[in-house]
């Protein structure tokens, strides 16, 4: 498919962007996480129970793939960009549309980064090589990583403003 307006955003920009998502990912485990933990021991303490370190092992991973599928379904699926990639100025658009993912659209791109991480992260470094700068996630799920900069500079309005030694605009041919 063609895009004239929307060039593919650059693999350091896209690199950047999910650094940034990860390190919030990562506070908002810290916190989630933590109280998911400290209210499970609480429970086993009110029922006289052991606490079994396997069991908050697991509660931790459910709440960091909880954290991580939610976080990027609900950034991209209600507010159209993470804050990563909003600080980055790139955006994931739909392929077929050309216009922001829907919610179910998101859903199942954040599956999609499961998948790209499954693959020891080459779904994420093929990005780098593949001229279209698509990632494994993107062609599972037909979007793009488009750079806003660009499709922001295309649209901008140019003005002739060809003035003469005379102050003359020549292509308006109105004194200035």
């Given amino acids: 498919m063609e895009l004239t307006k929307h060039k593919p955003a650059p693999f350091s920009a896209r690199f950047t962007a999910m650094t940034i998502d990860l390190m919030i990912i990562a506070c908002l485990q810290i916190l989630l996480g933590s109280s998911v ?16 370190e396997k069991t908050e092992e697991i509660l931790s991973q459910f709440c960091g793939i909880f954290l991580f599928i939610g976080y990027f379904t609900m950034s991209v699926g209600l507010f159209g960009n993470t804050a990563g990639k909003y600080v980055t100025n790139i955006q994931i658009i739909s392929e077929k549309t050309l216009s922001p993912l829907s919610p179910m659209q998101a859903f199942q791109r954040s599956l999609g980064y499961i998948l790209s991480s499954w693959t020891y992260a080459i779904g994420f470094v093929m990005a780098y090589f593949r001229q279209d700068k698509k990632a494994l996630h993107d062609l599972v799920c037909q979007t793009i990583v488009v750079d806003k900069r660009v499709a922001a500079s295309t649209a901008q309005l140019i003005l002739p403003l060809d003035y003469d030694d005379s102050g003359v605009n020549s292509a308006m041919g109105k004194t200035g």
């Fill in 37 to 52: 933990i400290l209210l499970y021991g609480l429970f086993c303490n009110l029922l006289g129970i052991e606490s079994l």
